[in-house]
């Protein structure tokens, strides 16, 4: 899903991750967003990418708050340089993101064609003990992630 290369049908390529792997950083973000907004379809022709998300670790937590919430630009000592992504994406951090270097930065739903797969349909069972009238239940369904296209998606190998 993310790659340094993705084959278009019009035998040209496409990437949604940097050669060098950045970890995040300032310089990464700002890679990601000039990334996105040179995204190409199947023709060749540009497309308006939104960048929403920005999701990470909880290890990255501070770090993310100081490069998007912060007026100065945090790779500068001159406290006078703006910080030029300041407000351009909202921070999700997660538990179960486990690599300190894994980053990604998401476009919004509708831009995205990633989506949920349902497998087997819910099959929820039941049962009564009449002896003691406690309900028992047990559930199960299958899902899976399928992906048509992951342009709208850009990060670290992780």
Same mark, same amino acid.
């Given at each position: 899903?993310?790659?340094?290369?993705?084959?278009?049908?019009?035998?040209?390529?496409?990437?949604?991750?940097?050669?060098? /792997?950045?970890?995040?950083?300032?310089?990464?973000?700002?890679?990601?967003?000039? /990334?996105?907004? +040179?995204?190409?379809?199947?023709?060749? +022709?540009?497309?308006?990418?939104?960048?929403?998300? =920005?999701? #990470?670790?909880?290890?990255?937590?501070? =770090?993310?708050?100081?490069?998007?919430?912060?007026?100065?630009?945090?790779?500068?000592?001159?406290?006078?340089?703006?910080?030029?992504? *300041?407000? @351009?994406? +909202?921070?999700?951090?997660?538990?179960?993101? #486990?690599?300190? #270097?894994?980053?990604?930065?998401?476009?919004? +739903? @509708?831009?995205?064609?990633?989506?949920?797969?349902?497998? /087997?349909?819910?099959?929820?069972?039941?049962? #009564?003990?009449?002896?003691? *009238?406690?309900?028992?239940?047990?559930?199960?369904?299958?899902?899976?992630? @399928?992906?048509?296209?992951? @342009?709208?998606?850009?990060?670290?190998?992780?």
């Amino acid at each position: 899903m993310i790659a340094t290369s993705h084959v278009r049908m019009d035998n040209g390529s496409w990437s949604n991750r940097n050669s060098s /792997d950045p970890g995040l950083s300032y310089l990464g973000v700002q890679q990601a967003l000039i /990334d996105l907004a +040179k995204t190409v379809d199947e023709r060749g +022709k540009y497309g308006k990418l939104s960048p929403e998300c =920005l999701i #990470t670790g909880v290890e990255n937590m501070f =770090l993310a708050a100081e490069l998007f919430q912060s007026s100065a630009n945090p790779n500068q000592a001159n406290p006078g340089v703006i910080n030029s992504i *300041k407000g @351009k994406l +909202k921070i999700h951090t997660s538990p179960y993101i #486990t690599s300190t #270097t894994a980053w990604w930065v998401t476009c919004g +739903k @509708k831009q995205t064609a990633i989506g949920l797969r349902m497998g /087997d349909p819910p099959k929820l069972e039941r049962d #009564t003990d009449v002896r003691t *009238k406690n309900l028992v239940m047990t559930e199960y369904m299958s899902f899976g992630l @399928k992906v048509y296209d992951s @342009k709208g998606w850009w990060g670290s190998a992780g």
